[in-house]
């Protein structure tokens, strides 16, 4: 038995020394091959032991013939019988199984066809690192580069029974005449005039689907579609196949048709249940989108997926719990039915004027500030989803490079404009004007509000189609007959930076109002006094827009110059403007003071033993740096806390 050495065997595991056989193992194959050893065959196709290729007196007479998993078994008994058997004991390892019916997949040695990849991988790569194409997330950029730098040639033949065949004949004459290889069928050879036979054999799946991106235009005839669609744009798909067929269609893309087949790759997340396992028919944990779509409907589904698609992010769902997984889908989807049943219903079916068309004079601050945060929301959804080809050029620039395709930032940003923006603020702040039936500023508040929803439709509706689609329809200004599907995207109309800055004084005030009512436990039904001071330009916003910050607010709202002083709750707002509530009437102050006194003492005696415990060198020297850390951060909370509670206390009086 030859002994050779070799780093491929581990010291320290076992005896430190390993038999091997070349011709069915692979790393045993690489030791051999750097040896120079025989590799003798003795395991046949149908996986049975017998002298197969230079395995010549290599056999023993009581294997041949026996299955493999027999084999193993006689030759335990073969060692026994020979006194030969140290010990048996177990041992885990890896073993392959075929992915179809699960068999052991027994490494073989055998006559393959390969194709030789590095030139191949060298354009490929090229397109990543000119610009020419881009990976996202970008971190796949440098599995991708690994991939290909380590690139191996590449065997495209599998002995299967379905399939491409290999395009290669031999002569049945024995002339002599090499293999040869056709796009054609070939019926005599080319040497004698003889019969031919082709290849058993058929190709990997995957030499097929590496020519999509062109085999399907017509290539390899120089076809219109071929030339309308090639290249294409984005290629969506898992990172899981990211070499088997992402890296190979760029590099048959790049060789047959000198361009990569799409400017972008764009690898999204794998669903997993809530133990992080991958969603799959084998592990029964899957969730049948049609049982969804059937309980929530088809644009819940939508929703959830999208907005829980962070870049390259793994999206996870309960498979035994399908309304926690799909209620944000399905809440969203019914507050935006909710909302545009009742702002149609404010709208009403009359013709509105264009928003373009309106004097800005009869604008009210309302208007200009929900014109100016569809613009926003208009920009943020557009650089949410990027650019949508290469602008330098053919190639991308490395500022483009990350840019776009952040599906569940665009999402959002369409999401807070509808729900945040125009129903929760404009369309309450506007309904005294929608009320006003017969006035002018009823019919300028009517075409800003159709104009805004018909925008915020128009950024929902590739994520929400359905819903998105039937409110549409229902808008004043739609032509029947269309489509949303068709309608344009919607573009920024160049709203000036801080035309709503005057509502934004009344956004805070009511914040500010809301926050008061909140801290003092009033009745949410309750109204209650509030003064606004101010000068200025402030104090004309305040005086004009009062009436609005109380319906907001369900506030009594006044503005003055001066602070009215006495016990009152106080906030200072944006814009110089100050907010007071008075107190008085609105909570029992004796039992407010003797609480707050209360919360107060207990808060300085926690926090002067906290500080005590800080100015101990001790415990700062011994406590691990993260405790340490920890009460500093508690003791800075604690001392903010303790400033708004005695400033609170003031503001109540002696």
């Known amino acids: 038995m030859p002994v050779v050495g070799d780093s491929y065997t581990d010291p320290a595991f076992g005896s430190g020394a390993v038999k091997i056989t070349p011709a069915h193992d692979a790393n045993d194959f690489e030791v051999a091959r750097r040896h120079a050893l025989a590799m003798p ?13 230079g395995a010549a007196g290599r056999v023993p007479a009581a294997l041949a013939g026996l299955d493999r998993f027999a084999a193993r078994k006689a030759i335990v008994t073969l060692l026994e019988e020979a006194g030969a058997l140290q010990k048996i004991e177990p041992h885990a390892h890896s073993v392959r199984h075929c992915y179809r019916c699960d068999t052991v997949v027994e490494p073989r040695l055998s006559d393959q066809w390969f194709v030789r990849m590095q030139p191949l991988a060298d354009k490929a790569l090229a397109a990543l690192r000119t610009g020419e194409l881009r990976i996202l997330p970008e971190r796949w950029e440098a599995v991708y580069v690994n991939w290909l730098e380590g690139i191996r040639d590449w065997n495209i033949s599998r ?42 054999d058929v190709l990997d799946t995957w030499f097929s689907s590496w020519l999509w991106p062109f085999s399907t235009l017509g290539w390899p005839d120089d076809t219109p579609d071929l030339k309308a669609f090639y290249p294409g744009d984005v290629l969506v798909t898992a990172p899981e196949i990211l070499f ?17 087949p799409f400017h972008t790759v764009y690898l999204h997340g794998t669903v997993r249940d809530m133990q992080h396992r991958k969603m799959s028919k084998s592990l029964g944990n899957g969730i049948d989108p049609l049982d969804v779509v059937q309980l929530y409907g088809a644009d819940a589904l939508r929703w959830t997926m999208v907005s829980g698609l962070g870049l390259g992010v793994d999206v996870m769902l309960d498979p035994s719990d399908l309304d926690k997984s799909f209620s944000p889908g399905r809440n969203f989807c019914t507050k935006l039915w909710n909302i545009g049943r009742f702002l149609l219903s404010r709208v009403g079916s009359e013709p509105v004027a264009p928003v373009a ?68 603020w404009y369309l309450e702040s506007i309904k005294p004007r929608l009320a ?11 075409a800003v509000l159709a104009h805004a929803f018909d925008g915020a439709l128009r950024l929902l509706h590739p994520v929400v189609p359905f819903i998105t689609e039937e409110l549409w329809q229902k808008l004043p200004q739609t032509t029947p007959g269309t489509f949303l599907a068709q309608a344009a995207w919607p573009v920024p109309s160049g709203e000036p ?24 436990n009033v009745n949410p039904g309750a109204w209650v006094d509030a003064v606004l001071v101010a000068t200025g330009e402030a104090q004309t916003v305040m005086q004009r827009q009062a009436d609005t910050v109380g319906a907001l607010a369900r506030a009594t709202v006044r503005v003055e110059h001066t602070n009215p002083g006495g016990a009152a709750a106080q906030l200072l707002l944006p814009g110089g403007v100050e907010l007071v509530v008075p107190l008085a009437g609105m909570v029992d102050l004796d039992k407010e003071k003797q609480r707050l006194d209360t919360e107060i003492a207990q808060l300085d005696k926690q926090l002067t033993a906290l ?11 011994k406590a691990p740096p993260a405790v340490v850390e920890a009460e500093r951060t508690k003791a800075a909370e604690w001392g903010a806390r303790l400033t708004q509670l005695r400033n609170k206390r003031t503001s109540l009086g002696a």
Not at 41 to 53: K, M, N
Not at 244 to 260: D, E, H, L, N, T
Not at 497 to 517: D, N, T
């Open 41 to 53: 065959v003795i395991i046949d196709a149908e996986g049975i032991v017998r002298e197969v290729e």
């Open 159 to 200: 002995q299967i029974w379905w399939g491409h065949r290999v395009p290669v004949w031999y002569c049945t004459m024995s002339c002599g005449h090499a293999p040869i290889v056709s796009r054609t069928d070939v019926t005599a050879c080319p040497g004698c005039g003889g019969t031919v036979r082709q290849d058993d």
């Open 244 to 260: 088997f067929w992402v890296a190979r269609m760029v590099m048959s893309g790049c060789w047959f048709m000198g361009k990569a």
């Open 357 to 424: 068309q309106l004097d800005r004079a009869q604008l009210a601050p309302a208007d200009r500030w929900i014109l100016e945060r569809l613009d926003v929301a208009i920009a943020d959804c557009d650089a949410a989803l990027g650019p949508a080809r290469p602008g330098n050029g053919a190639t991308w620039s490395d500022s483009e490079r990350g840019r776009g395709l952040r599906l569940s930032e665009y999402a959002e940003a369409a999401r807070r404009f509808v729900w945040n923006e125009l129903a929760d």
């Open 497 to 520: 930076a801080g035309a709503g800055e005057a509502f934004e004084l009344v956004r805070a005030a009511v914040a500010g109002i809301r926050q008061v009512r909140s801290e003092y």
């Open 611 to 621: 500080e005590g415990r800080l100015a101990n060198a001790g415990f700062v020297a």
């Open 436 to 446: 006003a039936e017969g006035s002018a500023d009823r019919e300028v508040a009517r």
